[in-house]
């Protein structure tokens, strides 16, 4: 269910920075159409530090609503304070969601052993299935593979979006957990290299803006075809990198705007993409050939 190609979405805002649900409508049509194979709402590229809860399960609403159950609904919902998280992954089930992404504690730095009680009661609490998110360029603190291989035997976790860079965290995290866990890229400039040694899936920044090539790559690396995997990887290699060129979703969402399908909207503190940042961006889809 949590496999194949998903999308981190970006949030679509309007000049003045409320959420724009049209927009959003617009958006989830065009990736079924694309092939997406999952969406993210209010993940971190969702901007999920300055959504509102009750504009995020709006959100997660609209999206099973219009989506109807051809791809799942997957509701952002950690947060740093362990009570806080079980109210909002509740509020995000009961929207709709068919899963959620629950990210490691923020700034608090637990321990391994903290972080083993903070996803436990999580997902103790929660009915729907628990996707574990490591990201610890962005929350300093790093989910160890000891304590990932722990939470796998939890029922209800069910999939962890791994989003460090190295092959042998995916590979331990692969031959540790078995089939107890699904596990999920979160990085786009590696993921071609981790789907061929067995990772089930990536959660994209990238297929907001080219979601076709990378269901093509994703699926092809999935069936073992490494040749044609490595020539679509190459060549989304631009976006890899310049989606990144400064925080994440500044980039993806100006590049969203280029393609039509969303305003310029953006929360503070994030800013709008710089003119050099504009450029590269550009450069990139042309190369790509989605501009």
């Known amino acids: 269910m949590f496999s194949g190609t998903l999308v981190a979405l970006v949030t679509p805002m309007t000049p003045s920075g409320d959420v724009d649900f049209a927009a959003w409508d617009v958006l989830l049509d065009w990736h079924v159409a694309e092939g997406t194979e999952g969406i993210v709402v209010c993940g971190t590229t969702g901007e999920s530090a300055t959504v509102s809860m009750a504009d995020a399960a709006e959100l997660t609403r609209r999206a099973q609503a219009r989506i109807a159950g051809r791809i799942p609904v997957i509701a952002g919902s950690g947060l740093n ?3 806080k998280a079980i109210e909002r992954t509740q509020v995000m089930a ?22 083993f009680l903070h996803f436990t009661a999580i997902a103790d609490d929660a009915s729907v299935p628990v996707i574990l998110y490591n990201v610890p360029s962005r929350t300093g603190v790093d989910m160890l593979p000891a304590t990932v291989i722990r939470l796998a035997a939890h029922p209800r976790i069910v999939a962890i979006k791994e989003a460090t860079a190295g092959l042998p965290r995916m590979l331990e995290l692969l031959a540790g957990c078995g089939a107890d866990l699904l596990v999920l890229s979160g990085d786009d400039p590696t993921s071609v290299d981790t789907l061929l040694a067995g990772v089930h899936g990536v959660i994209s920044v990238t297929a907001n803006v080219a979601p076709r090539l990378m269901r093509q790559m994703v699926d092809a690396a999935l069936e073992g075809d490494a040749v044609r995997a490595r020539e679509i990887d190459q060549r989304l290699r631009p976006l890899h990198r310049e989606l990144f060129v400064e925080p994440n979703p500044i980039p993806a969402k100006w590049a969203v705007e280029q393609l039509g399908l969303i305003s310029s909207g953006i929360r503070l503190p994030l800013t709008p993409l710089s003119s050099a940042g504009q450029l590269r961006v550009r450069d990139a889809m042309r190369a790509v050939g989605v501009l």
Do not use: I, R
């Open 81 to 83: 304070d362990t009570a």
């Open 94 to 115: 009961e929207a709709g969601a068919d899963g959620v992404l629950v990210v490691t504690p923020y700034y608090n730095k637990p321990t391994q052993e903290g972080l």
